[in-house]
């Protein structure tokens, strides 16, 4: 059994549940197939090159590392790798802007025109891939593979609820954390937003670094990446930024056609999907061959794939 798959499917239920709110207060926050779209973004690649992500920092760890935390107390090894995660992840967040082949990553993220708690597991397939090279420092550093998981756990956990549709502003942590105030700001499209807000959890960061800035009564929020449509095939959506940054696919390629299947098709499909990714990385670890979880693996891959072109109309 992987205790990870227990967090994956309690994120499952509060994006539905998010989601079913939101449908019931009839919220401009919320659309089934953008809902459906984000849970189907492909996790079954990502979840393959996160494990990847963690094998590679735990042989660092284990092998080269200088072992600085190791020689802190308990507690501050704690308090410094949640910092220090948090650290490399505002660097790791304002690069994959900054940057033309991180940002062909990081852009699927951001092609979400809706913001609710399903566009924080939107991602691409290689977004682990490329974050590789921001925490390997710590793994020099020392950072257990253990605590590594277990921070990035955490961190991950906070930027979701960071992505929420239904929280109101949260006080005196605003000037503390990251919080979905905060975090629209970094989603939005007018031109005092771009580039702001990169922090994962906590909001000093920006303001240290000068990329921190508030909602304005006279900037109007709105999502998505202006001149980009999303595409609602995860194999698209992951593959063709990259292959235009690349020069192997037009800029300018015309977007496929919104579908006519009816959503609720689209939206069991994409759950029914998303309830095998937690059963399969419930039992990795435990399959009585490889090539029946590569079956599965491969099973999931094309469902994926399946699904998107169908909420596109094609065949």
């Known amino acids: ?19 079913c709110w939101l449908h019931w207060r009839r919220s401009a926050d919320h659309d089934w197939r953008d809902t459906i779209f984000n849970l189907n973004s492909g996790h079954i690649v990502l979840w393959l090159f996160r494990g990847m992500e963690v094998a590679l920092f735990g042989w660092i760890a284990s092998h080269a590392s200088l072992d600085w935390f190791t020689r802190m107390p308990v507690a501050l090894q704690w308090t410094a790798g949640i910092l220090a995660w948090d650290f490399c992840f505002y660097w790791l967040h304002r690069l994959h802007h900054r940057y033309r082949l991180l940002w062909a990553v990081h852009v699927v993220h951001h092609q979400g025109e809706k913001f609710n708690l399903s566009l924080g597991v939107r991602n691409s397939w290689y977004s682990s891939l490329t974050s590789i090279p921001f925490f390997l420092i710590l793994a020099l550093l020392g950072m257990p593979v253990e605590m590594f998981v277990a921070v990035s756990t955490l961190h991950y956990s906070i930027q979701l609820f960071n992505h929420n549709a239904v929280t109101p502003r949260l006080g005196w942590l605003e000037y503390l954390l990251v919080t979905p105030n905060h975090h629209r700001v970094h989603h939005g499209t007018h031109e005092r937003y771009i580039d702001k807000n990169f922090g994962g959890s906590f909001i000093f960061w920006d303001k240290l670094f000068g990329t921190f800035e508030r909602v304005h009564a006279d900037a109007p929020l709105s999502y998505g990446v202006i001149g980009m449509a999303p595409s609602e095939n995860p194999f698209r959506a992951s593959n063709d930024p990259v292959l235009r ?3 192997l696919k037009p800029a300018n390629a015309a977007p496929a056609p919104r579908s006519t299947a009816p959503a609720w098709l689209v939206a069991s499909g994409g759950i029914i999907l998303f309830c095998v990714v937690v059963a399969y990385v419930w039992s990795e670890g435990q399959w009585p061959s490889w090539w029946s979880q590569a079956a599965l693996f491969l099973l999931l891959a094309c469902g994926t794939i399946a699904l998107g072109g169908m909420s596109e109309g094609r065949r």
Do not use: Q, T
């Open 1 to 19: 059994m992987n205790a990870l798959a227990l967090p994956i499917a309690f994120m499952l239920f509060i994006v539905l549940a998010e989601a």
């Open 245 to 247: 940054y690349l020069g």
